[in-house]
T-cell receptor, first 110, second 114 residues
Framework: GEDVEQSLFLSVREGDSSVINCTYT??????LYWYKQEPGAGLQLLTY?????DMKQDQRLTVLLNKKDKHLSLRIADTQTGDSAIYFC??????????FGTGTQLKVEL | DGGITQSPKYLFRKEGQNVTLSCEQN?????MYWYRQDPGQGLRLIYY???????QKGDIAEGYSVSREKKESFPLTVTSAQKNPTAFYLC?????????????FGSGTQLSVL
């Protein structure tokens, strides 16, 4: 089946940029998503990118897609303490279900 | 406000007991999903339903059951056959099986074993 891999932890200083990486195996993915989960809560959609795009920018968020290497990244500029959360990469577009990564715990230090 | 409501927030199960987690949505979404979240393992799909009175097994359906009698409701029963039920359970919905239909999530239910 499809597989989505992420590193488990990332720690950055407030004001720095954060880069969260994701690799996936399903080359038929039409859309790729980034979700954010705060403690004890559900997942909130942050942004998504269509598979024929290389980059998408949305305020402090930049998504980069390397389709050849099946690599997706999320860059958060000027990271704030409120950005501390778990970030999930997900692939989909087959019409039925998304495949989620293991999640990356982002810790923002003062 | 439209959204997905999961209840209860916390649930405790005794050995041999079946428990039911509630999921209700007023978004008029056709498709609904149940995921299980364990630390370091991400989300795993338990069951999903694309339309009323129809549902399919996900990747880890054993020990769970669902029903979809109404469009708005998709309850999940954790049966006594599920030997390791302690986890955070998330319900989600989306409008239908089109190419880009974003998932909306409830706030989750934490199930623990007594």
């Amino acid at each position: 089946g499809e597989d989505v891999e992420q590193s488990l932890f990332l720690s950055v200083r407030e004001g720095d940029s954060s880069v969260i990486n994701c690799t996936y195996t399903d080359s038929s993915s039409t859309y790729l998503y980034w979700y954010k989960q705060e403690p004890g809560a559900g997942l909130q959609l942050l942004t998504y990118i269509f598979s024929n795009m290389d980059m998408k920018q949305d305020q402090r968020l930049t998504v980069l897609l390397n389709k050849k290497d099946k690599h997706l990244s999320l860059r958060i500029a000027d990271t704030q303490t409120g950005d501390s959360a778990i970030y999930f990469c997900a692939t989909g577009g087959g019409g039925n279900k998304l495949t989620f990564g293991t999640g990356t715990q982002l810790k923002v230090e003062l | 406000d439209g959204g997905i409501t999961q209840s209860p927030k916390y649930l405790f199960r005794k050995e041999g007991q079946n428990v039911t987690l509630s999921c209700e949505q007023n978004l008029n979404h056709d498709a609904m999903y149940w995921y299980r979240q364990d630390p370091g393992q991400g989300l795993r799909l338990i069951y999903y339903s694309q339309i009323v009175n129809d549902f399919q097994k996900g990747d880890i359906a054993e020990g769970y059951s669902v029903s979809r009698e109404k469009k708005e409701s998709f309850p999940l029963t954790v049966t006594s056959a599920q030997k390791n039920p302690t986890a955070f359970y998330l319900c989600a919905s989306r409008t239908g099986p089109a190419k880009n239909e974003k998932l909306f999530f409830g706030s989750g239910t934490q199930l623990s074993v007594l």
